[in-house]
């Protein structure tokens, strides 16, 4: 297992645009979570899923944004018609559920977006 | 909801020596976990050192250890014998049972040559 994978690394992309970034995680981790990270700040959290259920949203996971875990494996975070706000790193992250969490999770290296 | 604060947003020290970041953080309740995860330039965040609250003993990990202050919600990182590779972000992070962990604002360190 070579850990949680994140993809792309880096996009930049204009103002407007939808994207779309992806996590695969460890393969035995059944819970994902999705993070945001600007510049010199903590992660701050956006969603969570167990297996395929998306089980909570932060109220910075704003409507332009998604995410979905179709079969409990990967998962994709969509950003719809980008605004600059959004420029920041995203980061999954996943772990064994419930007492498997309380040893922390594992993250992926990130996807930075920058917005034009 | 819980809080955590980092109020040291840079530190520096020279190789060798030992430094010591600070973290408290603001929670009722009594069963949690505490974290600090290390994020050096433009890689992946890393566990370094984990609390588990009801746990009196402080965690130690090689050269990191804790001083887990339960009473005044305080949990300081200290790095002995400081490496180049240390040089880092570093995030104190708080977890209670069915909950998302909770990250402060990070400390930015530096160990210089």
């Known amino acids: 297992d070579t850990g949680v994978s994140q993809d792309p690394r880096h996009k930049i992309t204009k103002r407007g645009q939808n994207v779309t970034f992806r996590c695969d995680p460890i393969?035995?981790?059944?819970?994902l979570y999705w993070y945001r990270q600007t510049l010199g700040q903590g992660p701050e959290f956006l969603t969570y899923?167990?297996?395929?259920?998306?089980?909570?949203k932060s109220r910075l996971l704003s409507d332009r944004f998604s995410a979905e875990r179709p079969k409990g494996s990967f998962s994709t975070l969509e950003i719809q018609r980008t605004e600059q706000g959004d420029s920041a790193m995203y980061l999954c992250?996943?772990?064994?559920?419930?007492?498997?969490?309380?040893?922390?999770?594992?993250f992926g290296s990130g996807t930075r977006l920058t917005v034009v | 909801a819980q809080t955590v604060t980092q109020s040291q947003p840079e530190m520096s020290v020279q190789e060798a020596e030992t430094v010591t970041l600070s973290c408290t953080y603001d929670?009722?309740?009594?069963?949690?976990?505490l974290f600090w995860y290390k994020q050096p330039p433009s890689r992946q965040m890393i566990l370094v050192i984990r609390?588990?609250?009801?746990?009196?003993q402080n965690a130690t990990e090689n050269r990191f250890s804790v001083n887990f202050q339960k009473a005044a919600k305080s949990f300081s990182l200290k790095i002995s014998d400081s490496q180049l590779g240390d040089t880092a972000m570093y995030f104190c992070?708080?977890?209670?049972?069915?909950?998302?962990?909770?990250f402060g604002g990070g400390t930015r360190l530096m160990v210089k040559p």
């Open positions: 929670t009722s309740e009594s069963n949690y976990y």
């Open positions: 992250a996943s772990s064994l559920a419930g007492s498997g969490s309380n040893y922390g999770y594992t």
């Open positions: 899923f167990q297996n395929e259920a998306q089980l909570e």
């Open positions: 609390q588990e609250a009801y746990k009196q």
């Open positions: 393969s035995e981790h059944n819970r």
């Open positions: 992070a708080f977890l209670y049972a069915g909950n998302m962990l909770t």
